[in-house]
């Protein structure tokens, strides 16, 4: 089963939870159609006017401090976990996409990446942004490595230059 909470005024689900446990705000029905089909999300939220175009995560205090949104990553197998990652594995991404007739199809990425042996207190990694082309792949245009150093046209730096370009006659 699931269960919906109505707008009786309007006549609108405000939120659902449907038989898979997926919390489905503004809308009934699991949009799959990410990644070829491969996807869903377990929070879902839609809109349709200014109202619910936007997403709010607000900190309010007397302090400098700020409103903190995570995006995490373990090698466990079950939650809680904190088993360490690995070089090589990808700490989280933000997708950008636009539906193109059929499917959501990403546009541009931004993604954290591992980028040597995690310690304790030490997470050597790297920031990605990537963007489509025009093609159905995403591909790397620019990276901060986690010496600082901003790498264009190049994953892999050469030497402790903060900005490195490798100019190529591709795109």
Same mark, same amino acid.
């Given at each position: ?13 405000r939120f659902t ?5 997926? @919390? ?44 903190? @949104? ?20 990808? @700490? ?18 931004v993604e954290s ?37 901003? @790498? ?20």
């Amino acid at each position: 089963g699931k269960l919906s909470i109505e707008d009786t005024t309007n006549s609108a689900d405000r939120f659902t939870i449907d038989s898979s446990g997926r @919390l489905l705000i503004n809308k009934t029905t699991n949009r799959d159609q990410y990644f070829q089909g491969t996807l869903t999300g377990n929070l879902q939220v839609e809109g349709t006017d200014n109202a619910t175009r936007l997403t709010q995560f607000i900190h309010n205090q007397a302090s400098q401090s700020q409103h903190i @949104l995570i995006i995490g990553k373990s090698r466990g197998t079950s939650v809680g976990s904190y088993t360490a990652v690995q070089d090589d594995d990808y @700490l989280g991404s933000l997708s950008f996409q636009g539906a193109d007739g059929d499917e959501m199809v990403e546009g541009a990425r931004v993604e954290s990446r591992v980028t040597g042996t995690p310690g304790n207190q030490n997470m050597p990694s790297a920031l990605i942004f990537s963007t489509n082309s025009g093609s159905a792949a995403i591909t790397e245009r620019m990276r901060i490595d986690s010496s600082g150093r901003l @790498l264009l046209g190049t994953t892999t730096a050469t030497g402790a230059a903060k900005l490195q370009l490798l100019q190529s006659t591709g795109d």
